[in-house]
């Protein structure tokens, strides 16, 4: 495992699993914002994404509510990219793009806003689980005609179905829920 990653590798062996729904959901500062994050785990997360994107490519970094807002704002404190958030609700701007978001657990509408034709964007969220946010998000920088330099998560669920995803995305760490406990893959 890449050492910038052992404090949220750490964190995660301690977190607690629940139900909903039939869906074993972990908790967990990175992707629910509780128990709190600790700075080492945020800036583990601006590390790793820094080490695996070449963000001298990049123009604005953007992440969708609420999860993915945390570590697009370490990211972009660390590196000076401008950041994006993609919101829940509609602001009503003229150039706003609104997307519907279906999860494994939730769905609603999302709208960005600040994406222009031309920006090369990082897209940056917390989990990868069925996809629908990640690809909802796509649509929508697509639908301004800005290019997509890559797609990040901080975690990505090997144990749950990524049907939905059509497009590629980079994992900092891939993990899974066994027996109740999570499981960071090496």
């Known amino acids: 495992m890449d050492p910038t990653l052992e404090p949220l590798a750490r964190s995660l062996r301690q977190a607690p699993v629940v139900d909903r729904d039939g869906y074993e959901y972990f908790v967990h500062g990175v992707t629910d914002g509780i128990p709190p994050i600790e700075p080492a785990v945020l800036r583990a997360v601006a590390d790793g994404i820094s080490e695996r994107v070449d963000l001298e490519t990049v123009d604005k970094i953007v992440a969708p509510e609420a999860m993915g807002i945390h570590h697009g704002t370490a990211l972009s404190v660390a590196t000076d990219v401008p950041l994006v958030v993609v919101r829940k609700r509609s602001y009503g701007f003229p150039e706003e793009v609104a997307v519907h978001q279906e999860t494994s657990y939730s769905e609603g509408e999302l709208f960005v806003n600040g994406v222009d034709a031309g920006d090369r964007v990082l897209l940056v969220d917390d989990v990868l689980s069925s996809g629908g946010t990640i690809e909802a998000v796509c649509d929508a920088l697509e639908a ?43």
């Open 144 to 186: 301004v005609e800005a290019e997509l330099v890559d797609i990040v998560v901080v975690l990505r669920r090997v144990d749950v179905d990524h049907a939905d995803v059509s497009r590629d995305v980079t994992s900092l760490l891939d993990v899974r829920v066994r027996d109740g406990q999570v499981e960071v893959l090496e």
